[in-house]
């Protein structure tokens, strides 16, 4: 990798803990709904393959598990976060523990 690919590529990489993302990507779709995936990945500072691997840890997949929490769906010919019943609850929750 050339010397100017990696500065580019430090520039793009969040510094935020995978903890923070996630707590970050709940609270946008607890408070917003659905949300594209281009939307989410730019409010976070995100590259799209990031969000790609935060949404399996946060999806399911037969293959690699998953917390339940979110699944993607297609609206209007894009991909878009939504919350499962899972979900759900977990916002409830958090919204719960701040009041």
Do not use: F
Not at 25 to 39: D, I, K, Q, Y
Not at 48 to 75: F, I, N, T
Not at 77 to 85: A, D, E, M, Q
């Amino acid at each position: 990798m050339s010397p100017d690919r990696k500065a580019e590529n430090d520039r793009n990489t969040p510094d935020a803990a995978p903890e923070d993302l996630i707590i970050a990507l709940l609270r946008m779709l607890c408070t917003e709904g659905p949300v594209s995936v281009a939307r989410a990945c730019k409010s976070l500072g995100l590259p799209r393959s990031q969000m790609e691997r935060l949404l399996l840890l946060l999806g399911s997949s037969e293959q690699w598990g998953g917390l339940h929490y979110v699944r993607p769906e297609e609206q209007r010919g894009r991909t878009v976060i939504t919350l499962t019943s899972e979900g759900r609850a977990l916002c409830a929750q958090m919204q719960a523990a701040t009041e």
